[in-house]
């Protein structure tokens, strides 16, 4: 069974992981400019994702929790919830199975060893260790990692080592 980290949010992205754990597909969330210039979800493009990845095998999901974060505003907050929800609308409608789990909880169990007072550079870090090979730039023409592909990866990963699955 493969798995895929959801890393949700306008800046996350979506990872399929294999049950040995090597990494089969990334794919940063997409997005799309509205008329008024913001960015918004491409919804049917992420439905399509989530279905190319059904055809590839049997997945089950990890999905981060999409919680209020302190000293962020009202429209952040709303972002948040509405991209978690949007995740999960989306899996359900899909038929896929899906785990829910907190920031704190994944992190903790990945980032063991590591400095992670900046969770972002610890993800890159910690990723960058597990998949030394991965190119974890959002495109050709970056220059840094991004940490919506490592966050995704990790949760994948931290799946694939913590649940039991009878097919595996």
């Known amino acids: 069974m ?6 949700p949010g306008k800046s996350g992205a979506l990872v399929l992981l294999s049950a040995a754990g090597k990494i089969i597909e990334k794919c940063k969330t997409p997005v799309i400019k509205s008329s008024k210039g913001r960015e918004e979800y491409d ?5 399509t994702i989530l279905e190319r990845f059904i055809r590839a095998d049997e997945i089950h ?18 972002q948040r919830g509405f991209s978690f929800g949007l995740y999960q609308g989306l899996l359900v409608g899909s038929g ?9 909880t994944w992190q903790k169990a990945m980032f063991e060893g590591v400095n992670a007072k900046d969770t972002k550079a610890a993800s890159i870090l ?3 260790r597990l998949w030394p090979q991965e190119d974890w ?32």
């Open 96 to 104: 896929i199975p899906y785990t829910v789990v907190a920031p704190r």
């Open 43 to 47: 919804i049917p493009w992420i439905r």
């Open 61 to 78: 999901a990890i999905l981060e929790k999409g919680q209020p974060m302190p000293l962020s505003g009202t429209l952040a907050q709303f």
């Open 2 to 7: 493969n798995i895929v980290g959801i890393d």
């Open 137 to 168: 730039r959002r495109s050709e023409r970056a220059r840094i990692d991004d940490d919506g592909f490592t966050d995704a990866a990790l949760l994948a990963e931290f799946g694939r080592r913590t649940l039991k699955f009878a097919s595996v």
């Open 126 to 128: 910690v990723a960058k």
